[in-house]
């Protein structure tokens, strides 16, 4: 799983479009490049707990993926908080 996420990010970084369609919406692919360049090890597991997480059926890993790399930065904080306290409250 982890060299099918390296080489979706580096075919992603390398990519010479102009846009780079995430879920749905176009971004601008020197954005898209930034992001994926700040990621680290931890956004990286992140992904990985997701996907064992998921227990919805994916129609379009890839897809998914890069939406997941492309957002872990701006949720990875509220998705470790969450099940923090969902944690708490089970035991």
């Not at 996420?5 to 919406?25: N, W």
């Not at 597991?45 to 379009?60: A, E, L, P, S, W």
Request: glycine share 2%; charged share 25%.
């Amino acid at each position: 799983m982890l060299d099918e996420i390296v080489s979706l990010m580096l075919e992603t970084v390398c990519t010479r479009r102009k846009v780079v369609r995430i879920a749905g919406d176009d971004y601008p692919a020197e954005l898209v490049k930034f992001k994926f360049m700040k990621l680290n090890s931890s956004h990286i597991q992140f992904v990985i707990d997701c996907m064992h997480q998921n227990t919805t059926k994916i129609r379009n890993i890839k897809k998914y993926l890069l939406a997941v790399l492309f957002n872990a930065p701006n949720t990875i904080d509220s998705y470790y908080t969450a099940l923090v306290a969902h944690e708490r409250n089970v035991f």
